[in-house]
């Protein structure tokens, strides 16, 4: 007798493939559901082996554009950056995600939401906490987390011989079992070689960048136009122009590949309290990172920018930590966009060997007053006026020598 009706989030890798076939041996009824979310990726090949293995029907939701528009623009309006170096990739591609893997369960009345998460990483948190923000009444089944998978199976090198014994065809090998996550924001690698943080990683893993050592010679120029923080419009120096959201992003993807942009290496905190070490590639992000930082200086007030910038850092935990659809998120995120109305403008840049090289920016709203801040005239700044500030802002530095001293 069936035990239910389970939508598994399938990727068509080794975890969820193994998943499925134990969930199938389980007595569950499993429909797969696959988002198309800009991974490098075989859909057919994919739903052919899900339904070889037992899936009684195979999803696949081309989300790239509900991706691009409603998740990596918001983020990159907001400046969203994890513990200063890490631009969200996966973060961002769960809540997307789940919200398919929502959909196709109540459309095909099914009881339980399964995915292949860790119970030791940050993704079922993620996936969890987005299904139950959008179906209070969803049932999760984590295998990761149940005590009959954990003890059949330890981890990545026990699932492959699953699979041989299942006849699972899988890319992974115990040789080189490192584990890859791939959108149109990033691919992320962690797992195997890479769990010593003092490995240096692999340079056959990097599948979105070129190494940046061998990278063109010639550097590449383009310019980027941003409307209320979003980018809008990229012409290249080759005159090419890009205005539509999936279009930009992809090329932008393309070039900063071409030039070895956007590779980090690093150590994280994850939020359920380990540190892990991943090594990610974000070419189109991060240039967009640059660009809009740069033009956000440039346009905001300083203490306006400074304000945004803090909720910049706590939105970027909420996002990391899985709390996209709670309510603090929503409310910072429209904090931020009323921000952002006046981040209007271009910004000229440079791209070569893995580096993003700002050019110059302009702004119809700008706040720079290039006849204030010359150094030629003096214009309406008066410079005795300067004397006074000097003098106020020394009375605490004063102050404090003079405590300095009595304190010896």
Sequence with gaps: ???????????????????????????????CYMANIGQD?????????????????????DVRHSFVNDYVWPAIRAGLIYESRYLLGTSLARPCISV?????????????????????GNDQVRFELSCYSLWPD??????????EFTERFQGRSDLIKYASDNNIPVSATPKSPWSMDANLMHISYESGILENPNNEAPHDLFQMTVDPKKAPTDSFKLSIEFSKGVPVK?????????????????FLNKIGGKYGVGRTDIVENRFIGLKSRGVYETPGGYILYVAHTDLEVFCLDKEVYRVKQSLRDRLSDYVYNGFWFSPEGRFV???????????NGK???EIYKGNVTVLGRWSPVSLYNEDLVSMDKHSDFSPSDATGFINIQAIRLKEYNRFQKQQK
């Design 1 to 31: 007798m069936s035990l239910g009706k389970v939508v598994l989030a399938y990727s068509g890798g080794l975890d969820t493939s193994c998943i499925l076939r134990w969930l199938l041996d389980q007595n569950y009824d499993v429909i």
């Design 41 to 61: 990726e075989d859909f057919d090949a994919a739903t052919t082996k899900a339904t070889k293995i037992g899936a009684s029907k195979v999803i696949v939701d």
């Design 100 to 120: 398919g893997l929502v959909k196709a369960a109540l459309d095909n009345d099914a009881q339980f939401i399964a995915h292949g998460a860790t119970g030791k």
């Design 138 to 147: 969803v049932k999760i089944i984590a295998p990761w987390r149940i005590e």
């Design 234 to 250: 990229v012409i290249t120096q080759d005159a090419q122009v890009f205005n539509d959201a999936l279009e930009i992003f992809t």
């Design 333 to 343: 995120f429209d904090c931020i966009a009323l921000a952002e109305e006046t981040v």
């Design 347 to 349: 910004v000229n840049l």
